[in-house]
């Protein structure tokens, strides 16, 4: 597939978490705020996620007519968020919340506003903190893929990292008081 992306041939093996989401089941939401998935973001993509078998991941998303960008065609910026967060699903197969670094798209084909738009991203291995990802994207054929993508998530402790910025979210009271337990 069309990419320049190099994804290091010296990545460290990973294990499923003995409680990450089994396969075909929905993947927990990590923030029902979230423009990417959270069901309760008003404008949001509301993608709904689904653990795949091993390290991948899947969504499907429709192509609504807001979301055009080029006349009759997806906006190329909404594909990149639903791919940020389809793939950053990845990472929570193996364990650790984390956060992206870097993600660069190849958009390969148009996609026609009202078609629906298959994502699935694969965990291909760590080095470290740094998890790579594979997305790709196809709109009915497999072999026929729309956009490839290819991203770093580095694990953090969630806790530490939103901390300061707890505050300015739109559900900050509810995160004052996940803090506030032990
Ligand atoms: C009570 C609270 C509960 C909250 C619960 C919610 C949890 C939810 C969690 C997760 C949800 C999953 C779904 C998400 C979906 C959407 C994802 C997004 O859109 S995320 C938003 C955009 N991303 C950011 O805002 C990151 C901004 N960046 C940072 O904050 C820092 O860069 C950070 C903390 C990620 C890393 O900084 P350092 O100081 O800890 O670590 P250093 O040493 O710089 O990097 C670690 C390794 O990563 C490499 N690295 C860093 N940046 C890189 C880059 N741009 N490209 C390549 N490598 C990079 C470095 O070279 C280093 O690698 P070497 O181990 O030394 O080889």
Not at 8 to 20: C, F, G, M
Request: aromatic share 6%; proline share 8%; charged share 20%.
């Amino acid at each position: 597939m069309k990419s320049g992306f190099v994804v290091p041939t010296d990545l460290d093996p990973i294990e499923r978490h003995p409680k990450a989401v089994g396969p075909g089941e929905r993947m927990r939401m990590h923030n029902h705020m979230c423009y990417g998935c959270g069901e309760d973001s008003p404008n949001g993509l509301h993608l709904e996620i689904y653990a795949g078998e091993g390290f991948t991941i899947r969504a499907s998303m429709e192509v609504e007519p807001h979301f055009e960008g080029g006349p009759g065609v997806l906006h190329g910026g909404i594909l990149t968020t639903a791919f940020d967060d389809v793939m950053g699903m990845a990472p929570l197969l193996v364990g650790p919340s984390a956060v992206t670094v870097h993600l660069e798209v190849d958009f390969l084909r148009p996609i026609p506003v009202g078609s629906t738009l298959e994502l699935s991203a694969t965990l291909l291995g760590r080095q470290r903190r740094k998890l790579y990802t594979e997305g790709v994207a196809h709109i009915g054929d497999p072999d026929q893929p729309v956009a490839v993508a290819h991203a770093i998530f580095v694990s953090i402790n969630a806790r530490e990292h939103f901390a300061e910025h707890l505050d300015k979210s739109q559900i900050s009271d509810e995160y004052k008081q996940r803090l506030s337990r032990p």
